[in-house]
């Protein structure tokens, strides 16, 4: 299993990025995934959720409205849209996945597979 994050820089406040996580060896649509963000000194935390098959997705309350996760099974690989940046947003985003959906799914032990990351730093 290897996941590849990419799509993060510097932008403005009040700009937008996308994020993908690339997904090999494995077959995304077997899998729910997971945005995670972990800022300098802080513990990593909950971004957003997406499930197989139902598509549900779940969002921590500081990115709702503004962060949009999604999936495209056909080239494996999830997508974390951000609108509304804020320079609170500034930390390294990391992908996750996992076979089976954990109803704990905020917490970073419940998910088996990490991609390495990718930096968003939101400044003037």
């Known amino acids: 299993v290897q996941l590849q994050a990419s799509g993060g820089g510097l932008v403005q406040p009040g700009g937008s990025l996308t994020l993908s996580c690339a997904a090999s060896?494995?077959?995304?649509?077997?899998?729910?995934m997971a945005w995670f963000s972990q800022a300098p000194g802080k513990e990593r935390e909950f971004v957003a959720a997406?499930?197989?098959?139902?598509?549900?997705?779940y969002y921590a309350d500081s990115v709702k409205g503004r962060f949009t996760i999604s999936r495209d099974d056909a080239k494996n690989t999830v997508y974390l849209q951000m609108n509304s940046l804020k320079p609170e947003d500034t930390a390294v985003y990391y992908c996750?996945?996992?076979?089976?959906?954990?109803?704990?799914?905020?917490?970073?032990?419940?998910?088996?597979?990490w991609g390495q990351g990718t930096q968003v730093t939101v400044s003037s």
């Open positions: 996750a996945v996992d076979r089976i959906w954990n109803v704990s799914y905020k917490r970073v032990s419940s998910w088996d597979y």
């Open positions: 060896g494995f077959f995304l649509s077997e899998y729910v």
């Open positions: 997406i499930r197989r098959w139902n598509g549900f997705t």
